[in-house]
């Protein structure tokens, strides 16, 4: 006779079938997962509009050419960060879909999410340049320490948004795991 520890285990690893979503779990999944990525271009334009007021005002008090190239290639930058936000807001699923087409429609968006996320990163790189211009046009007279704590607090940043977004790429791929798993069954 099994003992209660060997029946635990059978049932924790079981075999489970997969469960089939409905077309309202799909439909209510799309509209929150668009809501998210809405919240999440907003939070993004808030912080861009502070960089944008930030970088414009010094760009306009700058006492050099160097300093105002950088600032207005920050501005240049973020505007190109927000053009490619901008694109990416996933749309609503069509109220005419079936089940079927509700899943690949929404699949389709989960991959468009997937792969900004996954392309952040290179368009971050567009706000090098302006930062290269600022240090290099504050660097004379700037102790190499300070200038290094700037660029490296730089880099962390970068870092760390690389690293929020590969997991949210994570959690992405996950959900289209799901779907993949709901449509076979």
Not at 60 to 84: E, P
Not at 133 to 155: D, H, I, M, Q, R
Not at 159 to 164: A, L, T, W, Y
Request: proline share 2%; glycine share 6%; aromatic share 10%.
């Amino acid at each position: 006779m099994a003992n209660e520890g060997d029946i635990l285990n059978i049932w924790q690893n079981q075999r489970v079938e997969g469960s089939a979503m409905s077309i309202d779990d799909i439909r209510t999944r799309a509209r929150q997962f668009r809501n998210e990525m809405r919240w999440r271009n907003f939070r993004e334009y808030f912080g861009f509009t502070i960089v944008l007021t930030c970088s414009s005002c010094a760009a306009w008090d700058a006492r050099s050419t160097v300093a105002r190239a950088g600032f207005l290639a920050v501005i240049a930058g973020v505007f190109y960060l927000a053009g490619q936000l901008h694109r990416s807001v996933p749309a609503d699923v069509p109220a005419n879909l079936g089940l079927m087409d509700c899943i690949t429609f929404h699949r389709h968006e989960l991959e468009r999410q997937l792969e900004v996320y996954r392309r952040t990163w290179q368009w971050i790189l567009a706000l090098v340049p302006g930062l290269a211009l600022v240090t290099a046009s504050a660097a004379k007279g700037t102790p190499l320490a300070l200038l290094c704590a700037v660029w490296g607090t730089w880099v962390l940043a970068f870092v760390r948004v690389r690293k929020r977004d590969q997991d949210k790429a994570s959690d992405i791929e996950r959900q289209i795991c799901e779907l993949d798993a709901a449509q076979r069954h």
